[in-house]
């Protein structure tokens, strides 16, 4: 019997949206800011697999729509200290993950 294999994804076929619970632990920014966030991160989940890559993937569009310096952790678990601007942080829990999201000027 031959062993399984994996097929390649279909080249410009659309990938499936990822139906993630998004679970909301910490939000100081607008409502708009934030439903731009978990907006992104849902397309983001789909074009990504790799934790480090969501997080460059909301880094850049943060920084690029809202202006630098943004900043963005994403992990299984993870400790953290952090500096950030008044208003600029979104904390959240997306399946066993957590995002922290959040904007710097030092």
Known sequence: ???PTETA????????????????MRVEMTTAMKDEAVNHLSES???????K??????K???DQKFGPTWHCIVGKGFGCSVAYDTQYLLFLRMDQHYMLLFKSTE
């Open 45 to 51: 989940l789909v074009a990504n697999v790799i934790e």
């Open 53 to 58: 890559d969501i997080a460059t993937d909301m």
């Open 9 to 24: 994804p279909v080249e410009g076929a659309p990938k499936e949206r990822k139906d993630v619970k998004i679970t909301l």
């Open 60 to 62: 850049k569009y943060f």
């Open 1 to 3: 019997m031959a062993p």
